[in-house]
Nanobody, 116 residues
Framework: QVQLVESGGGLVQAGGSLRLSCVPS????????LGWYRQAPGKEREFVAF???????NYAEAVVGRFFASRDNSKNILLLQMNDVKVEDTAVYYC??????????WGQGTQVTVSS
C-alpha cells in the first residue's frame, strides 16, 4: 500500500514562511500528477496547488504568487513553499498523488496555523 507522508506544518506568524514536505513510501516518479489541498475547520477540502510529471505547476487564486510547489524525483520529495502566509491559510494541508497505476493516494495531513 502506497503511503504519502506530509511534514513541516506548525505555527507561524502572518507574513512568515513555512515549507511543507510530502514523501511517498515508494518512488515519487510513479506519480503522474501531485497536488496539495487544504481543509480549514468547518470548510470543505480545497485545491491549493498541482504539479505535473514535467514539473508544471498550477495554483489556486488565493495562493498565487505566495505558494510554490515543486517536486524532486531524485530526492523523492514533493514540497510546498508557503510565503507571506495569512491567517486564512490556517488549515490541515494534504498532499495527494495520482499514480501511474491509475489510483489516487492521500497523505494524513499536516496542520498549519497562522497567527495574527
Amino acid at each position: 500500500q502506497v503511503q504519502l507522508v506530509e511534514s513541516g506544518g506548525g505555527l507561524v506568524q502572518a507574513g512568515g514562511s513555512l515549507r511543507l514536505s510530502c514523501v511517498p513510501s515508494g518512488s515519487l516518479s510513479t506519480f503522474v500528477n501531485l497536488g496539495w489541498y487544504r481543509q480549514a475547520p468547518g470548510k470543505e477540502r480545497e485545491f491549493v496547488a498541482f504539479i505535473s510529471s514535467s514539473g508544471t505547476a498550477n495554483y489556486a487564486e488565493a495562493v498565487v504568487g505566495r505558494f510554490f510547489a515543486s517536486r524532486d524525483n531524485s530526492k523523492n520529495i514533493l514540497l510546498l513553499q508557503m510565503n507571506d502566509v495569512k491567517v486564512e491559510d490556517t488549515a490541515v494541508y494534504y498532499c495527494n498523488g495520482f499514480s501511474d497505476t491509475g489510483k489516487w493516494y492521500w497523505g494524513q495531513g499536516t496542520q498549519v496555523t497562522v497567527s495574527s
